[in-house]
C-alpha cells in the first residue's frame, strides 16, 4: 500500500501580520492544525532566530480529524479504499505577546516570548502541553519546544517524553548532509520504535555540504542540533551573506503514526549568531521565576 502523508495548512497569515508588525503589543489569533507550531514559524521568521518544534503525539479522538474526502479524488479512494488520512484538529489560538523594543532582539527576549506564548497556549487547553528549552551542544546553544503531556484516547492528560530523548548511536564517518540526516532519521525510528521519515528539507544545502558525523548513546536531540549547526557553518564557508541557520520541525502523522523530520532555512539576523547565553540563563529567569515548564539541557 502506498504510503500517503498530508498535511492540511490553514491560514496563519493572521499571526504573521501581527508578530511581523511594527508595534510593541503583539495580539491576535491563529487557527492552524499545529496552532504552538505555526506561531513557532512565525517568531522565528520574524527574528531570525532558529528555534526547533516536536510534535506531542495526537491520541484524543477529538483532536485528530479525517479529511480524506478533502484530500483524495474518487479514484484515489477506489484504489486504497481502507485508507484514512488522518490529521491534527488544532483550533484557534489567541496570542498576546509584549514584542521586544529591541529591532534585533538576543535569545534571551526570544527565550521570555517562548515563554509567554506557552503559558498562554497552556491556559486555552490546546492539544498538548511543552516545555520551552535551551540545549546546549559543543558548537552551541539553542531554542527548543517540545512535549511534555498529551491527552490520551480517553482524554485524560498524559505525561509522554520527547522522542528527541531516545538515546542514538551513528558510526562516525564523512558522509553528505543528506547522507547524514538519514542516518539520524533512521536512528531516531530505530530507538524509539516510531518509524521517522525524511519530509521537507533544503535540497541544495544538503547536497552539497560534506561533514564528519558520528553519535554514541546522545539523546537524538542533541546530535540533531549538532548536525544543523555543522550544516550552518558549512553554508557560511560556502559563500558570503546572508547568513544562514536551520532548524528541525519534527511533525506526528496520526494516520499511520510515524514522524516526519523537516528541516527549513532560517536567515540569521544580526545578533541571532552572536547571543549564546545557555550559561547565563537560570530556570525560569526570563518568566521572572521558576517555571516547571523551563530547563536547560
Known amino acids: 500500500m502506498k504510503l500517503m502523508i498530508c498535511y492540511l495548512a490553514l491560514a496563519s497569515g493572521v499571526l504573521a501580520q501581527s ?29 531570525g532566530v532558529p528555534i526547533n518544534y516536536e510534535d506531542p503525539r495526537f491520541e484524543a479522538t477529538d483532536e485528530i480529524i479525517d479529511v480524506t474526502d478533502q484530500v483524495q ?120 520504535g516510531f518509524r521517522t521519515v525524511i519530509g521537507t528539507v533544503p535540497l541544495n544545502a544538503l547536497a552539497h555540504a560534506t561533514m564528519n558525523f558520528g553519535a554514541r548513546r546522545e539523546p537524538a536531540r542533541t546530535a540533531l542540533l549538532q548536525f544543523l549547526q555543522q550544516l550552518g557553518g558549512a553554508q557560511a564557508l560556502a559563500g558570503p551573506s546572508p547568513q544562514m541557520g536551520f532548524s528541525y520541525r519534527l511533525l506526528f502523522d496520526p494516520s499511520y503514526r510515524l514522524y516526519v523530520l523537516n528541516i527549513q532555512s532560517v536567515r540569521l539576523k544580526a545578533s541571532s549568531d552572536k547571543q549564546d547565553s545557555a550559561s547565563q540563563i537560570s530556570e525560569g529567569s526570563a518568566a521572572g521565576g521558576t517555571s516547571p515548564q523551563f530547563r536547560k539541557q
Open 19 to 47: 508578530i511581523h508588525g511594527q508595534n510593541s503589543g503583539l495580539g491576535n489569533k491563529i487557527q492552524d492544525p499545529r496552532p504552538f507550531k505555526a506561531a513557532i514559524d512565525a517568531l522565528e521568521d520574524r527574528f
Open 73 to 192: 479524488n474518487t479514484q484515489q479512494r477506489r484504489a486504497n479504499p481502507n485508507v484514512r488520512i488522518k490529521v491534527p484538529k488544532g483550533g484557534v489560538f489567541v496570542i498576546d505577546l509584549i514584542a521586544p523594543n529591541a529591532t534585533v532582539p538576543s535569545r534571551d527576549d526570544i527565550l521570555s516570548l517562548l515563554i509567554q506564548l506557552r503559558s498562554s497556549y497552556d491556559a486555552q487547553a490546546l492539544p498538548g502541553k511543552f516545555v520551552v528549552a535551551q540545549s546546549s551542544t559543543a558548537h552551541g546553544s539553542n531554542l527548543v519546544v517540545e512535549p511534555i503531556a498529551v491527552r490520551n484516547k480517553e482524554g485524560v492528560w498524559t505525561k509522554t517524553p520527547p522522542v528527541l530523548d531516545s538515546p542514538i548511536t551513528i558510526p562516525s564517518a564523512t558522509r553528505s548532509g543528506f547522507e547524514t540526516l538519514t542516518q539520524i532519521a533512521s536512528a531516531i525510528g530505530e530507538s524509539s
